[in-house]
Nanobody, 124 residues
Framework: QVQLVESGGGLVQPGGSLRLSCAAS????????ILWFRQAPGKEREGVTC????????YYIDSVTGRFTVSRDDVKNTVYLQMNSLKPEDTAAYYC?????????????????WGQGTQVTVSS
């Protein structure tokens, strides 16, 4: 059974950093693209970044380019999202997702599966 578990969220001041983790069970992450998306209250889901197998392709939305870095550790079967220079507008629940494809998707589709999410709150 495909399962993803996100962790690492929390409360951080503007300008701070967090590293989110996405641990997989029931399958190996290394063969698939992984999408990180976020959802703030009252807003639609927003694809933040996506990484393909073997890091061949990585995508970021403009608002996080230069601040966020996605990476994968295939030995640990985990994908990470390093978030630096956080802003209040980054506040949201963050999720990792896969549609078991090797191609990156910039949006969440009905074929994606994701975990319970981890809350990131950026506030002074």
């Amino acid at each position: 059974q495909v399962q993803l578990v996100e962790s690492g969220g929390g409360l951080v001041q503007p300008g701070g950093s967090l590293r989110l983790s996405c641990a997989a069970s029931g399958f190996t992450l290394d063969g698939y693209a992984i999408l990180w998306f976020r959802q703030a209250p009252g807003k639609e889901r927003e694809g933040v970044t996506c990484i393909t197998p073997s890091d061949v392709g990585v995508y970021y939305i403009d608002s996080v380019t230069g601040r966020f870095t996605v990476s994968r550790d295939d030995v640990k079967n985990t994908v990470y999202l390093q978030m630096n220079s956080l802003k209040p507008e980054d506040t949201a629940a963050y999720y990792c997702a896969t549609d078991l494809s090797t191609l990156c998707s910039r949006v969440v589709t009905p074929y994606h599966r994701w975990g319970q999410g981890t809350q990131v709150t950026v506030s002074s």
